[in-house]
């Protein structure tokens, strides 16, 4: 069955360190996001992307940058990481820009 | 930017009652998404309508578009259906013009 995969599922980082999320689905979804959900908020998008070598800022993307390489991977880097970004990640996919969007299992990011 | 406001915030309710919970945004839409996030933070898509009634099995989700709103019924509700309920209008532009509700947390106690 297609699936769509995070890890890790928990991650303890500290200040100002480089971490990676990694997202990988096996829908063969052009649409691959990014979102971080906290208390108090909807989930909110931090980046996107349309297809290999296609990416797109979306409205909390400061701090944060992706990359896509191949069809079934959408890596999401925190550069520095700030106590700011302790949040839980979810990475989504769609076969289309409007259409069902199947989550990932989320990161629990904890920057100390 | 649509604002998308759900309610209740939180519901408990008796095994069996049947529940509403509602969805109101503030821009047009060409289509709107219902998702359960479930205890364990898992979320799943239940539905995308754009007009009229969908039902699968004890869910309805209806929406109305000139009242910009949009309801999420559970009929003869379980304890399994506890979670989060999540709404999410598309008013077009691509990723960005999808805005998600907050949520409504749902507990169903037997």
């Known amino acids: 069955d297609a699936e769509i995969t995070q890890s890790p599922r928990h991650k303890i980082t500290e200040t100002g360190r480089q971490v990676t999320l990694a997202c990988h689905q096996t829908w063969n979804h052009n649409n691959m996001f990014w979102y971080r959900q906290d208390l108090g908020h909807g989930l909110r998008l931090i980046h996107y992307s349309y297809g290999v070598q296609d990416t797109n800022k979306g409205e909390v993307s400061d701090g944060y940058s992706v990359s896509r390489s191949n069809t079934e991977d959408l890596p999401l880097t925190l550069e520095s990481a700030a106590s700011s970004q302790t949040s839980v990640y979810f990475c989504?996919?769609?076969?289309?820009?409007?259409?069902?969007?199947?989550f990932g299992a989320g990161t629990r990011l904890s920057v100390l | 930017k649509n604002e998308v406001e759900q309610s209740p915030q939180n519901l408990t309710a008796q095994e069996g009652e049947f529940i509403t919970i509602n969805c109101s945004y503030s821009v047009g839409i060409s289509a709107l998404h219902w998702l359960q996030q479930h205890p364990g933070g898992g979320i799943v898509s239940l539905f995308m309508l754009s007009s009229g009634k969908k039902k699968h099995g004890r869910l309805i989700a209806t929406i109305n578009i000139q009242e910009k709103h949009s309801s999420l019924h559970i009929t003869a509700s379980h304890p399994r259906d506890s979670a989060v309920y999540i709404c999410a209008a598309y008013s077009g532009g691509g990723a960005d013009g999808l805005t998600f509700g907050k949520g409504t947390h749902l507990i169903i106690q037997p």
């Open positions: 989504a996919s769609s076969g289309q820009g409007e259409g069902i969007q199947y």
